[in-house]
């Protein structure tokens, strides 16, 4: 399977924090900015409540002549004041709640004897600025808030006694949000050390205990020794090492004392069958001692064919790292029975040298005895290596495809009995080959003739 980087736990782990990081400081920057805000919209709307307390007073106190002069003096860029006959604000209600209203009635000392409107409304889209303000203002105030606009408007109303009405417009921008450059510097120095404390410890201490029961794990699947792992990591990733600790042990004992109870009854077999062997030449009759000796002889065969089997279980031999192509050539060489080799690619596989030469002999062999000629070429295929052995036979029934790997399982058909086999073959060799992590497979040729498929990993494709 291809390695992707983003398949890894450490890189979907590393992003996962990156992700959380920017999105808590988004979250950060939006919750300061609308907090921000609500504090500055409160301030300058108590502010003008203020000045608009302020101006009534004066309104009220100063004779008439000197109430232009005093809205003079009380208008600002941003807070503009009007006397008129009727309010702007055309209704009572309150849309901030009142507390405008009871602040300027605090200031005004005022108990509800007058009235009173307020009325806010939000604005946005294209800035529009207050139509009093300067040039230099609109300006400073169009390249503040970057061309938008995002503010509550305030218009009040205060009835002044014997005058009318002092009406009072003013305008609250909702500052512009912004990530200052601190701001960027605290994100990637903070993402910086959590990463650093994640990448370099934690993940250490939790992939590298992985990768290294990923790579026992495989090892132990393709019969090579494996040592206890060393428990580190994590406490799961303790419990999953003790835990293939157990197992790998239970394993080899288990397959140990399998072959070493065979081996006994190999040997403890042997005597009897030589006793017999005896006893059968002493039969006067050529007839019945001809019979008797064959079927000691067969006995005796299938006793050795028997350990065969039991030692390819067992994966004693060192594995080695060799090129197919030049396995594949040896195997030629040495072979009794002959059989064509096409060219292939060089790669290499990891394998136990004498056991895969017994399993492939054992292929080759049925090829070349019931298919009249066997040729072998290999190929790379999805990290494997890929040898195939096909022969001139009538091939085998569909269905019989898988059963001809059973110990023991001899066709009665397309397969003679003459050879002397006992059906082991194709068990030892499907067992050594399951042992090295790769399979073995069947399947008839469309022109005619049996193909057997051996796939083994590439040794690149093994776990580190």
């Known amino acids: 399977m291809t390695k992707w ?11 996962l924090v990156v992700v959380a990081l920017a999105a808590a400081q988004l979250i950060s920057l939006w919750l300061f900015a609308d907090e921000r805000s609500l504090a500055v919209r409160s301030a300058l709307g108590f502010e003008v409540a203020g000045r608009a307390a302020n101006v009534a007073r004066l309104i009220e106190e100063a004779p008439p002549e000197l109430h232009a002069s005093v809205l003079r003096a009380s208008n600002s860029p941003l807070v503009r004041f009007e006397l008129s006959d009727e309010p702007v604000v055309g209704h009572s209600g309150h849309s901030d709640g009142g507390l405008i209203e009871r602040r300027i009635r605090a200031l005004l000392d005022d108990s509800f004897s007058r009235s009173i409107r307020v009325e806010l409304h939000e604005i946005e889209g294209q800035i529009l600025p207050l ?3 300067s040039r230099e203002m609109t300006e400073m105030h169009v390249n503040m808030m970057h061309g938008e606009l995002s503010a509550v408007e305030m218009n009040l109303s205060i009835s002044i006694s014997g005058r009318g009405w002092l009406n009072v417009g003013t305008r609250f921008e909702r500052p512009p949000i912004q990530w200052p450059i601190y701001s960027m510097l605290t994100f990637a120095l903070t993402a910086s050390v959590i990463l650093f404390i994640v990448f370099w410890f934690l993940m250490t201490r939790l992939t590298g205990p992985l990768r290294r029961l990923v790579s026992a794990a495989d090892q132990l699947g393709r019969g090579e020794g494996v040592t206890d792992l060393p428990m580190a990591g994590p406490v799961e990733v303790r419990d999953l090492t003790s835990t293939f600790n157990r197992m790998q042990n239970r394993l080899t004992r288990f397959v140990a004392d399998r072959t070493h109870m065979l081996a006994a009854l190999g040997h403890d077999l042997r005597s ?11 039969v006067d009759d050529d007839e019945t001692r001809d019979s008797l000796v064959a079927s000691v002889e067969e006995m005796q065969s299938m006793v050795e064919a028997t350990l065969t089997f039991a030692r390819g279980l067992t994966g004693s031999e ?8 030049e396995f594949l050539l040896s195997l030629q060489n040495d072979m009794v029975a002959p059989f064509q080799l096409e060219s292939g690619s060089s790669v290499d596989i990891r394998i136990r040298p004498n056991a895969m030469r017994r399993a492939l002999r054992n292929v080759i062999e049925n090829a070349v005895r019931y298919g009249r000629v066997a040729r072998v070429s290999h190929v790379v295929r999805n990290g494997d290596a890929i040898i195939t052995v096909d022969d001139d036979g009538i091939g085998i029934p569909a269905h019989e495809h898988e059963r001809v790997f059973d110990p023991f399982f001899r066709m009665e058909q397309s397969r003679s009995l003459e050879t002397g086999g006992h059906g082991l073959g194709l068990s030892i060799a499907r067992t050594i080959i399951r042992a090295h992590g790769g399979d073995i497979s069947l399947s008839n040729r469309e022109e005619g003739g049996l193909r057997a498929t051996i796939a ?3 040794a690149d494709n093994l776990p580190n």
């Open 272 to 282: 009897p069958l030589t006793a017999m062997r005896v006893r059968a030449e002493m």
């Open 456 to 458: 083994i990993p590439l």
């Open 131 to 133: 139509p009093h303000l």
């Open 318 to 325: 060192e594995p080695e790292t060799v090129d197919i192509a």
């Open 5 to 15: 980087p983003f398949n890894t736990l450490r890189v979907q782990l590393v992003l």
